[in-house]
């Protein structure tokens, strides 16, 4: 198990940054909603039936295992997984910037969609860069 490539390289670190984030989420669900750039409300003051708090750590949760699924992937090599993430990689920037564009999230979640396309274009430029040698 060890990463082989650029190509890994671009997974692992990827992998290592979600769980991280992840994890944060599932700590303090408040922390990563500020660094999204969303209004943090203290627990006493939500209504019974907010569940943002269920929502970020759902989220979270989907973070923190994705982040696992991308260093496993990059230290055993997974060469099909990190061709598959570079479309959806993609689609999430699209989806992610559409809200933000829409009013719907604010302006800081943009960095989101960011960090995914900077990680789909690096990902499938070492991919590329790999096949071309």
Request: no cysteine; glycine share 10%.
């Given at each position: ?11 692992f670190?990827f992998?290592?940054l979600?769980f ?7 700590i ?9 750039g ?20 759902a ?17 055993n090599?997974?060469?099909i ?18 809200v ?25 430029i ?7 040698t």
């Open positions: 198990m060890k990463i082989r490539d650029a190509a890994g390289w671009t997974i670190i992998g290592i979600a991280l984030l992840g994890l944060t989420g599932l303090r669900p408040e922390t990563l909603l500020s660094l999204l969303f209004e943090v409300v203290e627990r006493a003051q939500r209504a019974a039936s907010d569940y943002t708090i269920v929502f970020m750590t989220s979270s949760m989907a973070s923190f295992n994705m982040g696992v699924y991308y260093v496993f992937a990059a230290l090599d997974v060469k997984f990190y061709r598959w993430t570079v479309p959806f990689r993609v689609v999430t920037f699209v989806v992610f910037t559409t933000v564009i829409a009013g719907i999230a604010p302006l800081k979640f943009l960095g989101v969609g960011i960090w995914e396309l900077v990680g789909a274009i690096s990902t499938g070492a991919l590329y860069g790999k096949r071309s």
